[in-house]
T-cell receptor, first 114, second 113 residues
């Protein structure tokens, strides 16, 4: 079975500082990894994905993620946080079966303090 | 560019009533997924369609739940005889194909009293 873990329920960072939201995964075979962001009472917005290729993936709104196969991690990063980045972030892995559904972590609430 | 839309955005119902939600995917997306998200958790897969065919259902989808996608465009999710445990956000997502990115709608938040 495939799974992802987000070890931090809450991350606080000061505006202008770099941010990291952690994600580790467990899959059989090649991992297909995603980050989504959710604002209050809204659906999920796609940020970025890793399928293959460069370990550093760039996405929307200045976010990037680093794929590390040896550590089975896919941490989300941003060099300089904005207050508007405050939201709930989900890491997900896509299954390799016919459905190709997403399996999500439990989410990390990011709060950027002004 | 229209994204995935869902209707209604909010639904309050009494236990035992039936409810139906609608999802309109992005045009030409032939894959459509339904997920359920409870408070403090990530979304969980319920079912998916490839065009009009429903190809897989999660064990989370009890017999009280039924989903359709009659013409391979919009989809409906019906819950019969609702229970308080059905209270959740129901999310719809669509993708161009099985290996493409899934894009989510705003969700329908259901509260069963």
């Amino acid at each position: 079975a495939q799974s992802v873990a987000q070890p931090e329920d809450q991350v606080n960072v000061a505006e202008g500082n770099p941010l990291t939201v952690k994600c580790t995964y467990s899959v059989s075979g090649n991992p297909y990894l995603f980050w989504y962001v959710q604002y209050p009472n809204r659906g999920l917005q796609f940020l970025l994905k890793y399928i293959t290729g460069d370990n550093l993936v760039k996405g929307s709104y200045g976010f990037e993620a680093e794929f590390n196969k040896s550590q089975t991690s896919f941490h989300l990063k941003k060099p300089s946080a904005l207050v508007s980045d405050s939201a709930l972030y989900f890491c997900a892995v896509r299954t390799s079966g016919s459905a190709r559904q997403l399996t999500f972590g439990s989410g990390t609430q990011l709060t950027v303090l002004p | 560019d229209t994204g995935v839309s869902q209707d209604p955005r909010h639904k309050i119902t009494k236990r035992g009533q039936n409810v139906t939600f609608r999802c309109d995917p992005i045009s030409e997306h032939n894959r459509l997924y339904w997920y359920r998200q409870t408070l403090g958790q990530g979304p969980e897969f319920l079912t998916y369609f490839q065009n009009e065919a429903q190809l897989e259902k999660s064990r989370l989808l009890s017999d009280r739940f039924s989903a359709e996608r009659p013409k391979g465009s919009f989809s409906t999710l019906e819950i019969q005889r609702t229970e308080q445990g059905d209270s959740a956000m129901y999310l719809c997502a669509s993708s161009l194909g099985p290996k493409e990115t899934q894009y989510f709608g705003p969700g329908t938040r259901l509260l069963v009293l």
